[in-house]
């Protein structure tokens, strides 16, 4: 998959994940946070990181790879 096409089924998964309708106007690009600009709780979180690795198998370490960054980041 190019990076492209890995944002957009990421993308896909994040507004199913939300599920509110401001979710689907929303620009979600490579810069896009999760707290400040999706304002994703924990079970959100949680349920973003099971469709993730259910898309993309056991070679996507989705919760180690969020463990590692800074709350702000």
Request: charged fraction near 30%; charge should be negative.
């Amino acid at each position: 998959m190019t990076r492209a096409e890995i944002l957009q089924t990421l993308t896909e998964i994040l507004r199913e994940v939300v599920g509110e309708s401001w979710a689907a106007e929303i620009e979600i690009g490579l810069d896009t946070s999760f707290s400040d600009d999706l304002e994703l709780e924990s079970i959100e979180l949680v349920a973003l990181a099971e469709k993730v690795q259910g898309r993309f198998g056991g070679d996507v370490d989705f919760v180690g790879w969020l463990s590692n960054l800074e709350l702000s980041e």
